[in-house]
């Protein structure tokens, strides 16, 4: 079950500078709300699999499920109800405003990594065995 996987892992510190940068200089309308709140489930989940060997659908619900449960805790305020409002790592994790749009780019960002690894994985069955003859 565990196991260390270098192609997830350096694809999640690629995904985890994308969205560093987008925090710290991108800002506008589009970018930053939404391409960012896509991109942090496809880093989440390569973040797992990097150190998880498990199944690609039970791997991408639960990285949905996670992030539908923060956002649900952003609408009953769960930084306030714990008193967290100065906390900037507790704010960085949990966030700090609800939108009801994010369900739908953490559905979009779930959804690329099915596509994305089912893409893979038909073309990796497909391809000639170099070892057989």
């Not at 966030?95 to 596509?115: K, L």
């Amino acid at each position: 079950m565990f196991r260390f996987d270098r192609v997830y892992f350096l694809l999640a510190v690629a995904l985890f500078l994308a969205e560093a940068g987008i925090a710290l200089l991108v800002h506008d309308d589009f970018i930053r709300p939404y391409f960012g709140d896509t991109l942090v489930v496809v880093l989440i989940y390569c973040f797992l699999r990097s150190f998880l060997k498990t199944a690609v659908i039970p791997t991408a619900i639960v990285v949905l499920l996670f992030s539908y449960a923060i956002e649900v805790s952003q609408y009953f305020d769960l930084i306030g109800l714990l008193h967290l409002e100065n906390n900037r790592l507790a704010k960085c994790v949990l966030g700090n405003s609800f939108e009801w749009v994010d369900f739908i780019a953490y559905t979009v960002g779930i959804v690329s990594v099915i596509a994305v690894e089912s893409f893979l994985s038909i073309n990796s069955r497909n391809r000639p065995n170099p070892t057989r003859s």
